[in-house]
């Protein structure tokens, strides 16, 4: 490199990119809340793993089930969750490219078929748990 | 330019223009322009205006001023924009703040160093590297729309790295190869022509490359020819990971190799 260019180098001005940098844009923001729901999947994930380890006890299942704490949990757990599978579904087309000849099937049915996926397994998951519960 | 004024008006609008002059202050600073409004002037206008009639060591690049060329990309309030595609009309009458392109060094007022992209694009090899040799004799490659339409949408890049200024992952680390250079490499790697995956594969597939991304998407909301580079990145992924998996069930590659 010569004196010239390495003197312009070194003058280059760098500037630091802050912290609170998600705060600046709506995106960015957005991005970090839909990273941040993770948490809550991966949460309640353990939690099911805690409830099904007490499932010979009666009385400990309840108990981890019908405090009022547990019910806004698993609330703010449902939202969470619903928050992440909803970007997650709408991002499937990005992903999953599918062709007719020179035409691109179009996004909005890619995400509908995932869709259809997602709610035909939560409906039979919940028909399992409450024919469960009813016995 | 000004005789044909059909704004007679006299309305103005501020430009708060970033400076940094390195021969003459270690800090950047702010200075204020009050240009002429016009309802069909874009900002790449405004700044020919003061370099023309104001200030004429304002240094800044530019070219087709129609947005092909990728040469006026700057941050408009904060907003990774080409300068020559962005309406003074959006923004009137609030004052509008130009700044040089995010997470790249400025090497003066609104010229950003971007060797680094450049540097990128060599190493993801952003050019067709064909399946087999054809000499001059033997004619075009052929290929029909269907294959054409497989690479096309990513063949649309300007290389105007706005989308390298709204990516937090190459702002906090610029080792990440980056929006642009990937669809660069998806490009060509979907070219019905190019023989050359396996040849980028090494730098798209490695820690710098696909996996740095986090899809926060903001590349392709920014940027201005509908690449969609984020959807260039996840395709890749996919294709990585198809290419692990099939490494691990068919060691010795198909016979196709």
């Not at chain 1, 019910?71 to 997650?88: D, G, P, Q, R």
């Not at chain 1, 397994?121 to 748990?129: N, Q, R, V």
């Not at chain 2, 009458?93 to 003066?108: A, G, K, N, S």
């Amino acid at each position: 490199m010569s004196n010239q260019s390495a003197a312009r180098k070194s003058k280059e001005y760098v500037r630091p990119m802050p912290v609170t940098w998600w705060l600046n844009r709506k995106t960015y923001f957005l991005f970090m809340v839909r990273e941040l729901t993770c948490l809550f999947v991966g949460g309640y994930a353990l939690f099911l793993l805690v409830l099904l380890a007490q499932a010979n006890d009666a009385d400990a299942f309840a108990a981890m089930l019908n405090s009022p704490l547990s019910v806004v949990l698993h609330l703010v757990a449902l939202l969470m969750v619903l928050y992440h599978s909803i970007t997650w579904i709408n991002l499937t087309s990005k992903v999953m490219v599918v062709w007719r000849r020179e035409d691109r099937v179009s996004p909005k049915w890619i995400a509908a078929a995932n869709y259809v996926v997602w709610v035909a397994l939560s409906l039979s998951i919940f028909g399992i748990c409450w024919k469960i519960a009813g016995t | 330019m000004a005789a044909n004024d059909a704004d007679q008006s006299g309305r103005k609008i501020i430009l708060e223009v970033f400076r940094y002059r390195p021969d003459e202050e270690d800090e950047p600073r702010f200075d204020r322009y009050d240009v002429p409004y016009r309802e069909d002037w874009v900002v790449l206008d405004a700044l020919n205006h003061v370099k023309d009639t104001m200030d004429g060591t304002l240094s800044y690049r530019w070219a087709c001023r129609m947005g092909v060329c990728g040469s006026c990309g700057m941050m408009v309030n904060g907003e990774p924009k080409l300068t020559c595609a962005t309406f003074l009309r959006d923004y009137y009458p609030e004052p509008i703040r130009i700044e040089p392109l995010d997470y790249f060094p400025v090497i003066r007022d609104l010229v950003i160093n971007m060797d680094d992209f450049l540097h990128k694009l060599d190493d993801v090899q952003a050019w067709l590297i064909p399946k087999e040799e054809r000499s001059v004799s033997e004619g075009e490659y052929r290929q029909s729309p269907a294959e054409l339409a497989r690479y096309k949408q990513f063949s649309m890049c300007i290389n105007c790295m706005l989308c390298y200024s709204a990516c937090p992952v190459y702002g906090r680390h610029q080792g990440f190869i980056g929006p642009a250079a990937i669809a660069l490499a998806q490009r060509y790697n979907l070219d019905s022509r190019d023989g050359g995956a396996e040849d980028r594969a090494e730098v798209i597939f490695s820690h710098e490359g696909i996996w740095e991304c986090t899809f926060v998407g903001d590349c392709t909301r920014v940027c201005p020819k509908n690449v969609d580079p984020a959807a260039a990145i996840q395709q890749a992924k996919v294709a990585a990971t198809k290419d692990l998996f099939m490494s691990v069930l068919v060691p010795h590659g198909t016979k196709e190799q």
